[in-house]
């Protein structure tokens, strides 16, 4: 490959879109620019200084969805009373109150994506933020009804505080702050799982949740063919008893750590527990921490994690011998995330123009919002700017923390690539096209972003406008793939 080829992959494939005049810093030494990024990956950006942590807003959410609960109990105590008129008139107060904190969670969960969204158009490093959201949708999560309506507000401070901060660090406390973090908890109702013999469970009426415990081994850890049986699943359940968020469990009066992870003793399954041929006793909390940094260590973690990581950085279907070299260096640094992430950059075959992948919408988003500098050429003010690219993501079926399940988003093309996507991808094209100033070379914006091809700029150099113009260089197939 030639030097200029390797500074369009270094920012296309490894990065999130190359931005105007950002190919002239990468031309001297691409893989030295992505290397450099790994050394402050673990920084919590500027962008999200106003994001309130994530212990608070779950506080909130959570008191909300009990005065919540209480209104509706008065609403249907008033209308077994002979007072209607009282009835009516709390109903309505119940109604506004639904209304406004509807509103206030919406504007919260706009901010907090709109912020994420400015950061991936602005950012430096964008290597080591397209690592920070392969690993979120590894350990993917997502919001729900009841309880886990907080996920619409602590999903984003969940990704920095549990994710982002780990990534300088091994594997293994990666997997420890996600499982432990409330989002992880509320997500796959693990705040309320209960171990069956626990003191906590001596009247027999609550009892263990799986969830959590289940893709902890299929999806974060061992993968499908890892090995692990049913009853494996319901050990790391029983093990993992005890773990809740402070102030939201089962039972509301225990107050330690509010909004923060909580290890509650009486609600543990007591006694040692086997778990892939090996022996956890019963020492707290310390049970469930070590039997997940065993699975860390595990070989077929490390397989499942190579194959992840080569599956997204190199192609659909990547050579063995990628997966192979990625396996190897997670299982002789223990799972030392930087050293992994190094051997990314070394991996030939991403190199290979050959092996491509094509953009998932997020990904076509955050591009083109690098490439033309959205945040500040597009016509119309900043609210409608977030709302154009925000609803861009849910017409395409890809809006952030809302994957339809916890194995995450898909990034393999045939998810993608149908019919009616790409139609939409055009759609979507035009309708920014035709907010950028009629001003812009579109030559010129193409010249900074792809390797020339003589037929597209044809194609260009013809169009009409320069709405038209800059639809077939965002339509393209050399703009849609990475």
Do not use: C
Request: glycine share 8%.
């Amino acid at each position: 490959m030639t030097a200029s080829l390797s500074t369009y992959v270094a920012g296309n494939k490894f990065g999130l879109g190359l931005r105007p005049g950002e190919r002239q810093l990468i031309a001297s030494d691409p893989r030295n620019w992505l290397r450099q990024q790994l050394k402050d990956i673990a920084r919590v950006p500027a962008a999200f200084s106003n994001v309130e942590p994530s212990d608070k807003l779950v506080l909130e959410a959570v008191q909300g969805l009990r005065k919540l609960k209480q209104g509706v109990d008065a609403v249907q105590a008033g209308k077994a009373s002979s007072n209607q008129q009282t009835s009516d008139a709390r109903a309505q107060q119940l109604r506004q109150q639904v209304i406004d904190g509807e509103k206030s969670i919406r504007q919260a969960q706009r901010e907090q994506l709109m912020a994420r969204l400015q950061h991936s158009f602005a950012t430096e490093t964008p290597f080591a933020e397209r690592l920070v959201r392969f690993w979120s949708n590894h350990f993917t999560v997502a919001e729900g009804g009841g309880v886990k309506r907080a996920l619409r507000v602590i999903a984003v401070p969940y990704e920095n505080e549990a994710i982002r901060t780990r990534l300088n660090g091994n594997f293994a406390d990666l997997l420890l702050a996600v499982e432990q973090h409330p989002a992880m908890q509320i997500y796959l109702d693990n705040f309320q799982s209960i171990g069956g013999d626990s003191r906590a469970n001596r009247n027999g009426k609550r009892g263990l949740n799986e969830n959590l415990a289940r893709e902890i081994l299929e999806l974060h850890t061992l993968g499908v063919d890892g090995g692990y049986t049913q009853q494996d699943v319901t050990t790391l359940a029983r093990i993992i008893t005890g773990w809740t968020v402070g102030g939201i469990g089962p039972n509301p009066r225990l107050q330690a750590n509010p909004g923060r992870f909580l290890y509650v003793d009486v609600m543990h399954e007591p006694g040692t527990q086997r778990l892939l041929g090996n022996s956890y006793r019963d020492n707290g909390v310390d049970q469930g921490k070590q039997a997940l940094r065993d699975l860390a260590q595990h070989p077929a973690t490390a397989r499942h994690i190579a194959v992840k990581l080569a599956r997204h950085f190199v192609a659909d279907q990547p050579p063995p011998a990628a997966i192979d070299k990625l396996e190897t260096t997670f299982r002789d640094t223990h799972g030392h995330l930087p050293s992994v992430h190094a051997a990314l950059i070394e991996l030939d075959a991403a190199w290979d123009e050959n092996n491509r992948k094509l953009k998932t919408p997020e990904e076509l988003v955050i591009s083109l919002g690098r490439g033309l500098n959205l945040g500040s050429v597009m016509q119309g003010n900043q609210r409608n700017k977030g709302a154009l690219l925000i609803q861009a993501l849910t017409t395409f079926g890809q809006t952030p923390f809302s994957a339809p399940s916890p194995a995450g988003w898909s990034d393999l093309a045939e998810f993608w690539g149908n019919p009616d996507a790409l139609l939409k991808r055009i759609e979507f094209a035009t309708a920014v096209a035709e907010r950028i100033p009629p001003e812009r070379e579109v030559l010129a914006i193409y010249a900074d972003l792809l390797p020339q091809q003589p037929k597209l700029v044809v194609e260009i150099s013809r169009a009409a406008t320069t709405s038209q113009a800059l639809a077939l260089l965002v339509a393209s197939p050399q703009f849609q793939w990475r």
